[in-house]
């Protein structure tokens, strides 16, 4: 399997992904890893970032409100 196909899936996806996400059914990420992830960052405000491998833009939505300035990618086009 390439890159490609790997992306030709995730598209195919996206859309229920994002809702389930949307939708609280990712509690894991909700509660304990993006917590987490965020209390361990130094201050980021007026940071660049950079998140590959977005997917929905979760975190980087995280991080633009604690005030970075970021860039995200995924290899799903339906993701971004």
Not at 46 to 57: A, Y
Request: proline share 4%; net charge negative; hydrophobic share 40%.
């Amino acid at each position: 399997m390439d890159h490609r196909e790997v992306g030709r899936h995730w598209n195919k996806i996206a859309p229920t992904w994002t809702k389930l996400l949307r939708e609280g059914y990712d509690y894991y990420r909700d509660s304990f890893n993006a917590p987490a992830f965020l209390e361990m960052l130094p201050n980021i405000k007026e940071l660049k970032g950079l998140d590959i491998g977005c997917g929905e833009g979760h975190n980087t939505r995280l991080l633009v409100e604690q005030g970075a300035q970021m860039s995200a990618i995924d290899i799903s086009g339906v993701f971004l």
